[in-house]
């Protein structure tokens, strides 16, 4: 494929590739290499290197830089019933002030897996991974709604989960 003379490109190429795809600061190999992982996150760097053009050297020292950046984690992904999580859930917030304070003071707590600032019906969207109704309960009524600038929610609570997938790839 590529070597790693491709970290070595101008400016220019930069920018030319990043049109190519999607306006992602990132080149064909980096891409590439998550790619990868997004099909296996335990796949041995040799045999990345192997499908990528890159030794397996260059590969680890790619990889260790896309996660120091925070371009990528490697983490295990767990069905939540399976660990103990019984009740899962979505809650739309609607703010009023500024939501990115309520959206700081969301992300700090650790039932709140995925928090996203959004437009539409509501200003932020919660994903919520609770062991019961109780626990749900309570995150809901006395910690959420209890942040300074939470003016409402609604929640939206997960019966069966169908598909749950990180194999959306760099496209």
């Keep these: 494929m590529q070597s790693d003379v491709v970290a070595s490109r101008s400016a220019d190429q930069r920018d030319s590739s990043q049109s190519r795809n999607g306006g992602s600061p990132l080149d064909a190999v980096s891409l590439a290499i998550i790619e990868q992982l997004q099909e296996d996150g335990r796949r041995p760097y040799a045999a990345i290197g192997k499908a990528v053009g890159l030794s397996e050297a260059a590969v680890r020292q790619r990889v260790?830089?896309?996660?120091?950046?925070?371009?990528?984690?490697?983490?295990?992904?767990?069905?939540?019933?399976?660990?103990?999580?019984?009740?899962?859930?979505?809650?739309?917030?609607?703010?009023?002030?500024?939501?990115?304070?309520?959206?700081?003071?969301?992300?700090?707590?650790?039932?709140?897996?995925?928090?996203?600032?959004?437009?539409?019906?509501?200003?932020?969207?919660?994903?919520?991974?609770?062991?019961?109704?109780d626990h749900l309960l309570e995150v809901i009524n006395r910690r959420i709604r209890a942040v300074p600038g939470v003016r409402s929610t609604e929640s939206f609570v997960y019966l069966k989960l169908k598909k749950q997938t990180y194999m959306w790839g760099t496209r």
């Design 64 to 133: 260790q830089k896309l996660l120091d950046q925070g371009v990528m984690q490697i983490v295990a992904v767990t069905d939540p019933l399976t660990v103990g999580f019984r009740r899962q859930a979505m809650v739309g917030v609607n703010v009023e002030g500024d939501v990115e304070s309520v959206a700081d003071a969301l992300t700090a707590m650790s039932e709140c897996e995925y928090v996203v600032m959004t437009a539409g019906s509501f200003d932020l969207m919660v994903e919520i991974v609770c062991e019961d109704d």
